[in-house]
């Protein structure tokens, strides 16, 4: 994702600051030139009008009139500033009239203000630069260190024609960031994830069986079929020490946090904690320190936390040098912090875990995963007012970040395909076989999309195989379980697809047979024949790994490749009845009776069968023969 750097900066205490109007700051826009902008705004101002927006307090026109009052002047600082040459123009109205009258100053002074109303501020780079990758979403990285501006909701800049900006071109998603050296030691981004889920209704009523739900639904992919708590750990009610002592024994990935925001109860500290239930009392307004401190045995794993809490983002204590929930434990090391910055609706807090954690699960980038909850925040605003606004991302990616998503998501691939396959030989409802098939579809163009991006060839060539498999188990469940006609060209075309990939992979490494046995069926299927040069460079690559005493997933290569060896009447050293024999005494040895059943004897299995019930000449495959089904069926038997 490309991203525009947007910089402000100060002189002075920058953990301390409070908002003049007038105040000057430097802007830096990627690499263009620098330059100053000026705060249109004061402190006392500022509090009463991001009071309105408390829902609670304030009626709707005034909301929406704070709402476009404080959009307009994040517009400006980000997209506008002074123009220099207007300015001067206006000084010399008044200093080019040396000899003017008291009512000739009166009508200067009065063209000056209406003028400086107007024409004093004039576009910035900003929007040009998004303009130039238009055509996807982009990122602004905005950077402020002054405790001040932190305080500003940037997230309601709007585009020229007044509409969002984050709604511009494809989208702009605006993410939050603090310089420091915090971020030469974040943690690496795992392919699986394990979640810490905490919440607790100390300061009221939360929705955590909806949450625990979207949780288990976007872990679908990763979910095993037993011990659920090895990927998503649960702790309700949670008190501060439970927290702490979770996070140290569970190397969680990500956290989630459900609970009430509530303000610190210090003279000197009008900042926003959390309320987690205490030992002895109803309710424990935990500082953002206190949390930073329970979640540090989580730091070198954990890589998103998400806080479910009104004002967990919240800035607005300026004249306090410590941070905000959100800002504390990104600053602490966390380099993903999804928070809300204001008032968080119920609907609001189910939007974002929902659609969030689906994005982010299926393998999507986490900023895109952020600027589509935005979108859908945005869309159900009459549940959620505002909470598009409230909705704020800091985030620090290390280096890699895309060459770990290329990782996760062909982790997802593979345990997708595995569930397909899984799938295709049940009697599931229709409905799932549908999602399985648009999921896989998804998920193949989603790593088609990223492969060209990142350019990662070395992964390609890793992985090839596995989006052949991915395509042949699309078409598998196309043509079993749909079987219309639309699914059954859909199905052929995904096949074709997964001969391409195959045929590829066992180019790029003609030692690896299975790859070879893949794309030499499928070209059998298709065109009824084999390449007799690639058939026995498969086999013989086969024949040297059955060398290997607790090698097995040779032995069903070389039973495939028997069998195909009878379109092109090549000699093998052995039988496919034989290979196969010593498949199922090789399995059993090595992985024992269940594991051998339900690994490679059901894979061969499951293998052998398509060329009896489904590569049938009938169906349209192996042209100008007879295929194979007869012989095949024979050896799904000898599994039996």
Avoid at 145 to 169: C, I, K, R, V
Avoid at 280 to 296: C, F, G, Y
Avoid at 497 to 508: K, P, S
Avoid at 568 to 582: F, G, K, N, R, W
Wanted: aromatic share 6%; charged share 25%; glycine share 6%.
């Amino acid at each position: 994702m490309k991203s525009v750097l947007v910089e402000f900066t100060r002189f002075n205490d920058l953990a301390t600051g409070v908002l003049r109007s007038g105040d000057e700051y430097l802007r830096t826009i990627k690499d263009n030139p620098v330059q100053q902008v000026r705060m249109e705004i004061d402190q006392i101002d500022f509090n009463d009008t991001i009071k309105k927006l408390r829902y609670a307090t304030h009626d709707e026109t005034e909301r929406k009139q704070a709402l476009n009052k404080l959009s307009t002047l994040v517009s400006n600082l980000l997209r506008r500033h002074e123009d220099r040459k207007q300015q001067q123009k206006l000084l010399e109205l008044v200093t080019g009239n040396p000899d003017a009258e008291a009512e000739d100053l009166l009508r200067l002074v009065k063209e000056i203000q209406q003028r400086e109303k107007s024409n004093t501020l004039e576009e910035g780079p900003l929007l040009a630069e998004l303009g130039k990758d238009s055509d996807s979403l982009l990122q602004v990285d905005l950077v402020t260190n002054s405790a001040e501006l932190s305080a500003l909701p940037f997230e309601s800049a709007l585009s020229e024609d007044g509409t969002p900006l984050f709604l511009q071109g494809k989208g702009v998603v605006l993410t939050r960031r603090v310089r420091g050296e915090f971020n030469e030691t974040l943690p690496e981004w795992q392919e699986k994830p394990r979640v810490l889920f905490a919440w607790s209704e100390a300061g009221g009523a939360v929705p955590h069986d909806l949450h625990y739900e979207a949780l288990l639904q976007a872990l679908e992919m990763w979910l095993p079929k037993t011990d659920v708590e090895s990927v998503l750990f649960e702790v309700g009610n949670a008190k501060l020490r439970q927290i702490e002592a979770a996070a140290k024994e569970g190397n969680f990935t990500h956290i989630h946090l459900l609970a009430h925001g509530s303000q610190l109860k210090h003279d000197d500290d009008q900042r926003f904690g959390i309320a987690l239930d205490h030992p002895i009392e109803k309710a424990d307004v935990v500082s953002p320190e206190q949390l930073s401190k329970a979640l540090a045995g989580s730091r070198s794993s954990a890589v998103v936390v998400t806080l479910a809490a009104c004002d967990a983002g919240n800035e607005n204590d300026v004249i306090n040098p410590e941070k905000s929930l959100a800002r504390q434990l990104h600053v602490s090391g966390f380099p993903v912090v999804i928070a809300s910055q204001l008032p968080l609706t119920v609907p609001g807090a189910n939007i974002l875990v929902k659609h969030f954690y689906e994005d982010l699960f299926e393998g999507l980038d986490l900023r895109e995963a952020l600027h589509r909850t935005r979108v859908q925040l945005y869309r159900q605003s009459e549940d959620t007012g505002h909470d598009w606004v409230s909705l704020v991302g800091y985030v620090q990616l290390r280096e890699g970040y895309a060459d770990y998503r290329l990782k996760a998501q062909f982790k997802i691939l593979r345990n997708l395909s595995a569930k397909a396959e899984a799938l295709a030989g049940s009697g599931a409802p229709l409905e799932q076989f549908s999602t399985i098939v648009e999921k896989l579809k998804i998920r193949i163009q989603s790593l088609n999309s990223l492969l060209q991006e990142t350019h990662n060839l070395q992964a390609l060539d890793e992985n090839r195989g596995l989006l052949g498999s991915a395509e042949k188990r699309r078409a598998e469940v196309l043509f079993r379980h749909l079987g219309d006609d639309d699914s059954m060209r859909e199905s052929r075309h995904a096949l074709a697809e997964a001969y391409r990939w195959y045929e590829e992979a066992f180019a790029a490494n003609p030692s690896h047979h299975w790859s070879g046995v893949q794309y030499l069926a499928l070209q059998a299927a298709l065109k009824g024949t084999v390449d007799r040069n690639d058939w026995k460079t498969a086999y013989r690559a086969a024949e040297v790994d059955r060398k290997r005493p607790d090698e097995y997933w040779a032995l069903g290569s070389l039973t495939e490749l028997a069998l195909l060896s009878r379109l092109i009447d090549e000699p093998t050293d052995d039988t496919a009845e034989v290979y196969l024999q010593e498949l199922k005494q090789r399995a059993v040895k090595v992985l024992g009776d269940a594991d051998a059943a339900n690994g490679p004897l059901l894979s061969t299995g499951l293998q052998l069968r398509r060329y009896a019930e489904w590569w049938l000449p009938s169906n349209g495959f192996f042209p100008g023969g007879s295929g194979l089904a007869d012989d095949a069926r024979k050896l799904v038997a000898l599994l039996a």
